[in-house]
């Protein structure tokens, strides 16, 4: 090698490392920017486990397949404490809990419950619900049909039940 | 030229008498007030009906089918509309920006939050 391009792939390499380090530096940046944390209690009165009459079964898949997005508590897994990820986390988990939270089923009146039940039905059925990407690292979050048809029937049923009640 | 115009006026009467139809079909039955059936066609029919082009939309309501929807669904719907529009959601800003003179006024919001209210109210008796 003659020495111009000896020249030539030093000043390669260098960009190179250049580059790599301000990747590097953006990405330690990006973690100083963490979104709350969603690790609030789930065994209070106002829950859904508590404050519906949903059967143990149904109870259980509710609990592994909506309750990191739509409750007030996440199970993190071991990266959610890392941007990117972490950052999409917090999003999916703060619109979920706008559209529905489970955690406060105890206070919201019939016509909320009643909206929610029919649409716990018709996002599982529509396969809109549980979220493809969350479905990708939760294999067990997946509904199969039996699973969904126990939830429509069911969430139909306390739909009326709560309609027909008292105040 | 006269035997052309006689043979679109078939066809032109019929489109009418299918378009007054469909409009009564709105109208009646449905136990919306004129004052929010008013807000609900200027504000909301254009992708809230049957024919619209947003599936979206219309897999949220279609208030053509609003005679077809059973109790839960109503309430569950009347639920949708106050939410939307106590949070200001709906029409959404993209469409507005194109828009603006679909936007809910106050008063609307106000009008349309009541009758859910109420109108939901009447269907759980």
């Known amino acids: 090698m003659d020495e111009k391009s000896i020249g030539k792939t030093n000043g390669i390499m260098r960009r190179t490392y250049l580059i790599l380090g301000l990747i590097l530096a953006v990405v330690l940046l990006m973690q100083f920017i963490r979104p709350e944390k969603n690790l609030g209690e789930i065994e209070t009165q106002e829950d859904f486990l508590q404050a519906s009459g949903v059967p143990d079964t149904l109870a259980r898949i509710f609990l592994n397949s909506c309750y990191d997005c739509h409750s007030n508590n996440t199970r993190y897994p071991w990266y959610g404490n890392i941007a990117p990820a972490s950052w999409i986390m917090g999003r999916h988990i703060r619109e979920g809990k706008a559209h529905l939270n489970f955690s406060s089923w105890g206070i919201m009146d019939k016509a909320q419950k009643i909206s929610r039940l029919d649409k716990i039905c018709e996002e599982c059925s529509g396969g809109d619900m549980p979220l493809k990407s969350y479905l990708l690292i939760h294999r067990s979050a997946g509904l199969g049909p039996h699973e969904i048809e126990a939830i429509c029937t069911w969430s139909e049923q306390e739909a009326r039940a709560v309609m027909s009640a008292g105040e | ?125």
């Not at chain 2, 929010?36 to 254009?46: E, N």
């Not at chain 2, 609003?66 to 949708?80: A, P, S």
């Open chain 2, 1 to 125: 030229m006269k035997i052309r115009f006689w043979s679109i006026l078939p066809v032109a009467m019929i489109i009418l008498a299918a378009a007054f139809l469909s409009w009564r079909d709105i109208q009646k039955g449905s136990e919306i007030p004129e004052d929010v059936l008013t807000i609900l066609s200027t504000h909301c029919y254009t992708c809230h009906t049957t024919g619209a082009r947003s599936e979206d939309a219309l897999k949220k309501v279609d208030f053509k089918k609003w005679d077809e929807y059973n109790d839960v669904k109503k309430i569950g719907i009347l639920n949708d509309i106050k939410e939307v529009a106590e949070k200001g959601e709906m029409p959404p800003a993209k469409y507005l920006s194109r828009n603006p003179d679909k936007a809910l006024s106050a008063e609307d919001r106000e009008t349309l939050i009541e009758w859910t209210k109420k109108a939901s109210a009447k269907l759980m008796e």
